[in-house]
Nanobody, 115 residues
């Protein structure tokens, strides 16, 4: 079974930065599109950023210009660099990979933005 393990969350002040990592195992990582989602308390899970197997990226409007998604196919890792963090960026961040008929999620990593 595919396994995704996120790390890098924590507490940061507004305006600060964090880099999230997601290590994938038991999957031919380079063949799949990857995504980062987040879920704030009381809200639905939403797509933050995605990266195709070819390296094309897309972002939610709310994070454009502040977040950058990237991948290292040699290490089976997808990253999310988050800069200029705002309180509204708080939530649990999840890594996701989707196949044609399946989808896997990591356990999530908590991001808190507060002074």
């Amino acid at each position: 079974q595919v396994q995704l393990a996120e790390s890098g969350g924590g507490l940061v002040q507004p305006g600060g930065s964090l880099r999230l990592s997601c290590v994938a195992s038991r999957i031919t990582f380079s063949m799949y599109d990857m995504g980062w989602y987040r879920q704030a308390p009381g809200k639905q899970r939403e797509l933050v950023a995605g990266i195709t197997r070819g390296g094309s990226t897309n972002y939610a409007d709310s994070v454009k210009g502040r977040f950058t998604i990237s991948r290292d196919n040699a290490k089976n890792i997808v990253y999310l660099q988050m800069n200029s963090l705002k309180p509204e960026d708080m939530g649990v961040y999840y890594c996701n990979v989707k196949g044609t008929i399946w989808s896997y999620w990591g356990q999530g990593t908590q991001v808190n933005v507060s002074s």
